[in-house]
T-cell receptor, first 116, second 112 residues
Framework: GAVVSQHPSRVICKSGTSVKIECRSL??????MFWYRQFPKQSLMLMAT?????????EQGVEKDKFLINHASLTLSTLTVTSAHPEDSSFYIC????????????FGSGTRLTVV | DQQVKQNSPSLSVQEGRISILNCDYTNSMFDYFLWYKKYPAEGPTFLISISSIKDKNEDGRFTVFLNKSAKHLSLHIVPSQPGDSAVYFCAAGGGGADGLTFGKGTHLIIQP
């Protein structure tokens, strides 16, 4: 089946620094990738939809200048949290759309970001 | 406004019995629904899905029922096993390559 690799699995950074998270589709091409964020005991909230070769579409309330998304190839999307603050600490999960089984959604293993 | 609701934060079931997890939605435009199992600090793992044109889908120990008129779906796990202990998320999607809308999850605990 489709596999999505997400790195790093956890990262700790200082306030004010930037962190990049990578999401790769390993055995399929994903024209569309999604980025979710999950706070403790909350649901996964869609942050943005990333389409290869075009600008990402952000959900309401998500700052596009803070969460930079790049989808430069059919197998890689990156999320960069810029000028991170402690309130950005969360669990970030990517999902790639393969358009096949399970309605095409395959999730990465997530990234635990802690901003200190 | 929460479009997908899982009103039970947790559920405790004895091993061997049936586990029933419930999910309600408000958006009538959703046309497919999925259930995911999730462990802490891991991504969701797909379990089972159902199209809005069906009312039941079965896969091994997992069965999902959909009641469109009530905007309600449920996941049945039978028999429940200790390895089923996890958080279960209900998710809904529209047509095309849309992102999913998730419920808050239900923590299922299988007791020996």
């Amino acid at each position: 089946g489709a596999v999505v690799s997400q790195h790093p699995s956890r990262v700790i950074c200082k306030s004010g620094t930037s962190v990049k998270i990578e999401c790769r589709s390993l055995d399929f091409q994903a024209t569309t990738m999604f980025w979710y964020r999950q706070f403790p005991k909350q649901s996964l909230m869609l942050m943005a939809t990333s389409n290869e070769g075009s600008k990402a579409t952000y959900e309401q309330g998500v700052e596009k200048d803070k969460f930079l998304i790049n989808h430069a190839s059919l197998t890689l999307s990156t999320l960069t949290v810029t000028s991170a603050h402690p309130e950005d600490s969360s669990f970030y999960i990517c999902s790639a759309f393969s358009g096949t089984e399970n309605y095409g959604y395959t999730f990465g293993s997530g990234t635990r970001l802690t901003v200190v | 406004d929460q479009q997908v609701k899982q009103n039970s934060p947790s559920l405790s079931v004895q091993e061997g019995r049936i586990s029933i997890l419930n999910c309600d939605y408000t958006n009538s435009m959703f046309d497919y629904f999925l259930w995911y199992k999730k462990y802490p600090a891991e991504g969701p793992t797909f379990l089972i899905s159902i199209s809005s044109i069906k009312d039941k889908n079965e896969d091994g120990r997992f069965t999902v029922f959909l009641n469109k008129s009530a905007k309600h779906l449920s996941l049945h796990i039978v028999p429940s096993q200790p390895g089923d202990s996890a958080v279960y998320f209900c998710a809904a999607g529209g047509g095309g390559a849309d992102g999913l809308t998730f419920g808050k999850g239900t923590h299922l605990i299988i007791q020996p």
